[in-house]
């Protein structure tokens, strides 16, 4: 039985970051320290996403990728005139997709001449756009993305505002826009929505919407590891949430398992 962690972050301390990020560690998150926790929770793929500080140098986790080609993916940051030989490059290495980290940023102008080259070179690799902001800025972001041909997948529930819950405005379009067929969601990492364990209703609700929505077929779970500045969170415990947000073991199991296989080329 397949389980895939979609969003799992890999980095030393010596590693070069970037000047103005919001988080430096104090650690390293090695790739044997997570194989360790994940393969006690039962995880048999992992998806490394590129960590926010380490900006547009994925060199490490190119480096891990090409480590375990078969049970490993990556989502790379890239500045939007990365020349198409290297989105090649990228591809044979296991990159399947790009993430957009716009959180506390100025919105991209997506339909500026140089995103739709890129854009639309990531379309012809069906390379995934993974998006992560607040649910009120989607209504600006999605459409573009989707008019460029690239699938979507939206980071961390679609982060709704953590008071307004499901009634967040831009967390009803982004439920409107399962109709595409080309949008996915990521249930991960509910307290970067503010959510704490007391709010653990909020979680199951967001996750009713999306499953009542997208289904089972246009859902993935990632654990977050190592849950920077939530350190105290664990791969298990995202399970947990996870379980208590689609109580049916079927549809669990695609989420964990077939969807997001599929998803990100397995």
């Known amino acids: 039985m397949n389980l895939v962690d979609t969003h799992v972050h890999v980095f030393t301390q010596d590693l070069p970051m ?27 793929h992992t998806v490394l996403v590129q960590p926010s500080f380490l900006g547009f140098d994925n060199s490490h986790m190119l480096a891990a990728l090409r480590r375990d080609p078969q049970r490993l993916r990556g989502v790379a940051v890239l500045p939007v005139d990365t020349p198409a030989a290297a989105l090649d490059t990228l591809q044979r290495d296991g990159v399947v997709g790009v993430r957009l980290n716009l959180d506390g940023l100025a919105l991209p102008p997506l339909h500026a001449p140089a995103w739709r080259v890129f854009l ?41 505002d953590d008071l307004l819950g499901r009634h967040d405005p831009g967390f009803q379009y982004l439920l409107s826009q399962a109709k595409t067929g080309r949008v996915w969601v990521k249930l991960a990492a509910g ?15 967001i996750s009713v919407e999306l499953l009542a929505h997208f289904g089972s077929g246009h859902l993935v779970w990632g654990s977050d590891w190592p849950h920077t500045r939530h350190e105290h969170q664990s791969i298990a415990g995202a399970l947990t949430a996870l379980e208590h947000g689609v109580p049916e073991p079927a549809q669990r199991q695609e989420i964990l398992g077939t969807t997001a296989m599929r998803l990100f080329g397995f």
């Open 120 to 160: 639309t070179e990531l379309a012809r690799r069906d390379m995934l756009v993974e998006l992560h902001r607040a649910a009120i800025d989607l209504p600006a972001l999605v459409p573009a993305l989707l008019d460029a041909g690239v699938r979507v997948l939206v980071d961390h529930f679609g982060r709704p």
């Open 191 to 205: 307290y970067r929505n503010g959510w704490t364990s007391a709010d653990a209703q909020t979680a199951v609700e």
């Open 18 to 44: 970037l000047a103005a990020r919001r988080y430096t560690p104090a650690y390293d998150a090695t790739l044997e320290d997570y194989r360790e926790h994940g393969a006690r929770a039962g995880i048999t």
